[in-house]
């Protein structure tokens, strides 16, 4: 794999998208990722694993326009309310809430993780279809259509964590619908 070149396409990319071009390594994305973005602060920095290099290049692509349009935090934050937002607002309502009908703690304790299990999704999947659209505003709604549908053929196969934001996240099928 010849990181320079991704690195090119990503600043390439980071251009057409107009943000700062986030740094490319070659190291261990989560298991069943061809890359991932990591966020280290401001700074936001693009994992190409080795399975990367066997994707078609149209894919290549793909990932990597969808690495840089997530790497614009201010335009992602538009997209949907922020999770320190949701979890504040899901605070501040389950503490009234607990204030106006003496509710007891654990009471209290669990109407906001169910609040939080409730509006994480939500906030992720506008988001996601947020990146969706952008990405196929900067690079035509063709890749993004052809992106998905190798994605619906190839599901990632994660593990953990991942495995749960994959199964919470819009099927391929709705992200495709909601392009158009």
Not at 21 to 35: F, K, M, N, R, T
Not at 121 to 143: K, L, N
Not at 148 to 158: S, T, V
Request: hydrophobic share 45%; aromatic share 6%; glycine share 8%.
């Amino acid at each position: 794999m010849d990181i320079d070149k991704v690195r090119l396409r990503v600043e390439e990319l980071s251009q057409r998208f107009d943000v700062n071009p986030p740094d490319v390594i070659y190291g261990e994305p989560p298991q069943g990722a061809d890359c991932t973005l990591k966020r280290r602060g401001k700074n936001s920095l693009i994992v190409i694993g080795a399975t990367f290099d066997v994707l078609p290049e149209h894919m290549q692509d793909a990932d990597l326009a969808w690495a840089v349009a997530a790497s614009d935090r201010t335009r992602l934050r538009k997209e949907g309310a922020s999770t320190q937002t949701a979890a504040g607002i899901g605070a501040a309502a389950g503490t009234v809430v607990a204030f106006l009908f003496d509710l007891p703690v654990p009471v209290v304790v669990a109407m906001l993780a169910l609040l939080c299990v409730a509006v994480v999704p939500i906030i992720g999947r506008q988001q996601i279809y947020g990146m969706d659209r952008r990405v196929a505003e900067v690079c035509g709604e063709e890749t993004i259509h052809c992106a998905l549908k190798y994605y619906q053929e190839h599901p990632p196969q994660m593990r953990g964590l991942y495995q749960l934001a994959m199964k919470i996240q819009p099927s391929m099928v709705k992200r495709a619908a909601r392009i158009g």
